[in-house]
Structures are given as structure tokens and as C-alpha cells.
């Protein structure tokens, strides 16, 4: 059996006033020993955060490609390995947009690796539509380095789910997740974009995914925390 995933993605959220809410996942968290959880936050709250609860594993959202040099207001992976940060998310929609493409991803996931971080690769298609598996698949494949390994988790966020209160149907992310799993073997696929607590279980259930990429859900410990349990309380796919 694989082990069940929750992945929060704070985006460009939270100062040091919500160490509370970071410490109440995670004390959360360890009542739940049969599920992973994992905070990915702004970079600098990551020393923070790892500092107040060292018990829950913190990534970052976003690294460079480079291990150092000229690249005003960028943090390198060992940086974010450096303050505390054991994962990060890369290839995420909204640093897509803002002009990173397949390559240069393959070459952030190689970068992260080089500094001994997990990584949480973000997948998915731009509209709704009935090439999703074969643009999803493609794209997979232009985002990996050559040499990946088992540190990996896919995060499948179709972007037009994200952030807008929309989801798919769960037989498409079915068909999505084996797709995926077919490249990948293995490899944990979490789904992302506008889970709640009340649609987590579904996801799961139906969806066939180990796991869950959380943005605004999991910004208050509430409702973070419901996912979680949620999540706790599904039957996984078999491995
Ligand atoms: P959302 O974000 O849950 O707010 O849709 C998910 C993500 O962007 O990872």
C-alpha cells in the first residue's frame, strides 16, 4: 500500500503571525501517523516553521534552476535546504505562467535533487478537454531530468480547477491517475485544485490518487486539518 499524501500550498501567503496555525497542523499531523503531511511555504517562513514544529516536514514552492550566481530575488535549492526545507513544488501553473516551461522545470526538479530535496512535480492541462491524457503525458515527460529518481510525488492540477471552486469528475481523474502511473510506475499522484473537506474523500476514493495538493484549504488550520482526517479515513488504491 502506498501511503496517503496531504501537500498545503500557502502560495504567497502567511508572515510569522501564522506560526499558530502551522503548529496546529502539525499536532494534527502526528495523531495521524498513517498519513504524510507536508507544508510548502513563502520562503521565508520556512526557517521559521521548521524551527517552531520540527516534527512537520516544510518545503518550499518554487526553486532555480542554477545552484548559485546571478539571479536577482531567486532562491537556490541548497537555500531552501539550508533554512530548514526538506521538498519543494516545482512546475507549478502559476510559475508556468509566469514563464517557466517544460525545460527549464527538468531542469529545477535535477537542481532540487542536486540539494538532496523531495520534489513535487505539478502537472495538468490548460482547458477541459479530450486530449488531457496525451497533453498531460507529454508534458510529464518534458519536465523530468533524465536521471529521477524515487523522491518524487506528481501533483495532477488540471489549471482550470485551480482556485476557481471547480473540480473534475473523478473518473477523469482516474483515467488520469493510471495514466500516469504507467510512466511513472510507483510513484505517489496526488490530485490539486479546490479541494475541500467535503470533496477530499471523493477525490480519493473515486479518483484513485494517494493524495491531495491543497492551496486555499489549507491556509486555515480548520479546514487543512479536515482534509487530513479526511484522507485518514480513505481506503487507497492498491500499490
Ligand atoms: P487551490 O490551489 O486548492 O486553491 O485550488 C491548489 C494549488 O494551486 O496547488
New binding site residues.
Given amino acids: 500500500m502506498r501511503r496517503p499524501y496531504v501537500?498545503g500550498?500557502w502560495?504567497m501567503h502567511g508572515i510569522s503571525t501564522a506560526l499558530p496555525t502551522i503548529s496546529r497542523i502539525a499536532t494534527a499531523a502526528q495523531r495521524l501517523p498513517h498519513v504524510d503531511v507536508a507544508l510548502c511555504l513563502p520562503a521565508t517562513l520556512i526557517h521559521r516553521a521548521v524551527t517552531a514544529v520540527p516534527t512537520l516536514p516544510i518545503g518550499g514552492e518554487d526553486c532555480h534552476a542554477e545552484p548559485d550566481g546571478a539571479h536577482t530575488g531567486s532562491v537556490a535549492a541548497a537555500m531552501l535546504g539550508d533554512a530548514g526545507a526538506s521538498l519543494v513544488?516545482l512546475g507549478?501553473?502559476?510559475r508556468r505562467v509566469e514563464g517557466d516551461g517544460d525545460a527549464v522545470i527538468a531542469r529545477k526538479v535535477a537542481a532540487a535533487y542536486s540539494a538532496g530535496l523531495d520534489v513535487v512535480l505539478?502537472v495538468g492541462e490548460q482547458e477541459r478537454d479530450a486530449d488531457a491524457v496525451r497533453t498531460v503525458r507529454a508534458q510529464l515527460r518534458r519536465s523530468l531530468p533524465r536521471d529521477f529518481h524515487d523522491r518524487l510525488t506528481i501533483?495532477y492540477?488540471p489549471v482550470w480547477?485551480?482556485?476557481?471552486?471547480i473540480l473534475p469528475d473523478p473518473s477523469d481523474v482516474l483515467a488520469m491517475a493510471n495514466a500516469l502511473r504507467e510512466e511513472l510506475g510507483d510513484t505517489r499522484i496526488l490530485y490539486?485544485?479546490?479541494?475541500?473537506a467535503a470533496t477530499s474523500a471523493a477525490m480519493i476514493e473515486d479518483g484513485g490518487v494517494d493524495g491531495l495538493?491543497?492551496?486555499?484549504?489549507?491556509l486555515s488550520a480548520d479546514s487543512f486539518i479536515a482534509i487530513i482526517q479526511a484522507v485518514g479515513d480513505c481506503a487507497l488504491p492498491a500499490a
Avoid at 192 to 196: E, F, I
Avoid at 213 to 218: P, T
Fill in positions: 501537500i500550498n502560495k513544488i507549478h501553473s502559476e505539478c501533483a492540477e480547477a485551480i482556485g476557481k471552486g490539486g485544485g479546490s479541494v475541500t495538493l491543497v492551496g486555499k484549504a489549507s
